[in-house]
């Protein structure tokens, strides 16, 4: 554990002290008038934030595309490339080595998909075709990869078209929660994919309809925070309990932003970046055993429309935009946790 010593008298003006990637503030005495009251020096854990590091970047930049954890891999299919075309690419992260490699593309360009990995094989769940978010351009495909075979098949179409929700995997099954349809009202649909019987079924809705939302799997639950409406950003954090198909309100995000990420590490709720207005570098987590937040160290880079992946005791943050709207990046940075 890296540490400051710190002593501390009358607080008036602020010092910053940097180490690493994290950076502490400290406000210490100024003079003026009688004699300061002094505090004894303290311990201030300066890595207990979080350390980032840089990985190797993204091939070529690309936003709106979140990621998925494969047989030690992650894989970053489709999302919206510098000319702001919809994206067929498929690119895989090996963590161990540090490299990418590419893998066979999508059947066709997607972004604002759904991302998941369930039973050995990948999946592409709806998402907007080349052309969107124009009317009419949210998909309701789903496309499988088989990495043993390195081919994509398709498969049962999801129960209507949607983009910009969250694909996520519980128990075998994956959960397709919220998101829009071409420009409409945001949507509180909450759908569960079954990859061996190839079939959906409708479940009970998510409370607050949003798009642009963050979801994880944490625990015996699936927690789904932020997104926006029509009105903007919002806070919310709910809990979806898949074995008994009810939701629960949970403490709010502290920040309010959408075109987020989330990952789960040791059984907390890690929720990066976001955008509107610009784009925010916030790092927050949310600890299910005190139900409260902290602040941890801030995304180096800021961005929005990213992947968010856990490996072992790491979570890799790939690719986003790094203004609102198009401008994406091949930035690839990675947080670890002591």
Known sequence: MRTLKIAAAILCYPIRHTAGAVAAFFLVGCGGGGGAPTIPPVDVDLTAQGT?????????????????????????????????????????????????????????????????????????????????????????????????????????????????????????????????????????????????ADRWAALAPMPTPREHLAAAVVGSQILVVGGRTGAGNNRELEAYNPAANTWESLPPLPTARSGLAAAELRGRLYVFDGEIPGVFAQNEQYDPASRSWR???????????????TVGGTIFVIGGGTVAGLAPANTNEALTIP
């Open 295 to 309: 602040t941890l160290a801030p995304m180096p880079t800021p961005r929005h429309g990213m992947g968010a992946v």
């Open 52 to 196: 980032w590091r840089t990985c190797a970047p993204l091939p070529a930049p690309r936003q709106e595309m979140p990621a998925a954890l494969l047989g030690g891999r992650v894989y970053t299919p489709g999302g919206l490339d510098a000319q702001n075309n919809a994206s067929a690419a498929v690119d895989v992260y090996d963590p161990a080595t540090d490299t990418w490699a590419a893998a066979p593309p999508l059947p066709e360009g997607r972004h604002h998909a759904g991302i998941a990995a369930a039973n050995g094989r990948l999946y592409v769940l709806g998402g907007y075709r080349p052309g969107g978010p124009a009317p009419g351009s949210a998909s309701d495909t789903v496309f499988e990869f088989d990495p043993a075979r390195g081919s994509w098949s398709q498969k049962a179409p999801m129960p209507a078209p949607r983009a910009a929700h969250v694909a996520v995997t519980f128990g075998g099954k994956i959960f397709c929660i919220g998101g829009v349809q071409s420009g409409d009202a945001a949507l509180g649909v909450n759908a569960v994919y079954d990859p061996t």
